[in-house]
């Protein structure tokens, strides 16, 4: 299903090529996720490798993520923070 997800999320990037010849990339319905490549090619494989780990991050956090295509990553299991030691 991740993986779903994460096709389904790419496939709404939008791509712009810059006045230097390189390329940028955003996923409009993930904020913060933007990538930047010399050619389309790179900047797909970067944007999908920034999604992977914005993705991370918020499943850490517990953060809602946004649903894509019909696909909702959100479940009612209760994150465990780790304990701060001080």
């Known amino acids: 299903m991740l993986i779903e997800y994460i096709n389904k999320a ?7 090529k810059l ?6 990339g955003k996923i409009r319905d993930c904020p913060g996720t933007i990538a930047f490549g010399n050619t389309l090619y790179d900047c797909q ?5 920034v ?6 991050v918020k499943i850490r956090h517990g953060d809602r993520l946004p649903m894509i295509a019909g696909f909702d990553l959100n479940v009612g299991v ?4 780790e304990a701060v030691h001080g």
């Open 78 to 81: 209760p994150i465990v923070k």
């Open 19 to 24: 006045e230097d010849g390189t390329y940028c």
């Open 10 to 16: 790419m496939s709404k990037a939008v791509y712009e």
């Open 51 to 56: 999604l992977e780990g914005w993705l991370i």
């Open 45 to 49: 494989n970067e944007l999908k490798s």
